[in-house]
């Protein structure tokens, strides 16, 4: 059963930075595209990046270009989001998922962990 685990949130001024962790575990991951998700209080969740693990193909949510990274980690099943230039609207729980070769689907969630960006 796949588990993903993510810490790291928190709170953070404007112009801030933060980096999320997700430790993946419960299989083998080596063509699995693992991603970071956020919600929003009264929104829906929406995508913001994601990593093919054995490639590395990266992409963003515009929103987000330029200013976040998703990284593979150097410890095994392990993804960062590295986030910049945090602005209030970053605002969310921030939540990874993984999705399997040929999938559509992200189809295992973490707990997700609250990011918190003040004005």
């Known amino acids: 059963q796949v588990q993903l685990v993510e810490s790291g949130g928190g709170s953070v001024q404007a112009g801030g930075s933060l980096s999320l962790s997700c430790a993946a575990s419960g299989r083998t991951f080596t063509y699995y595209t693992m991603g970071w998700f956020r919600q929003a209080p009264g929104k829906e969740r929406e995508f913001v990046a994601h990593i093919v693990w054995n490639s590395g193909t990266t992409s963003y949510a515009s929103s987000v270009k330029g200013r976040f990274t998703i990284l593979r980690g150097n410890v095994k099943n392990t993804v960062y989001l590295q986030m910049n230039s945090l602005k209030p609207e970053d605002t969310a729980v921030y939540y990874c998922?993984?999705?399997?070769?040929?999938?559509?689907?992200?189809?295992?969630w973490g707990q997700g962990t609250q990011v918190t960006v003040s004005s």
């Open positions: 998922a993984v999705r399997a070769p040929g999938a559509l689907d992200f189809s295992s």
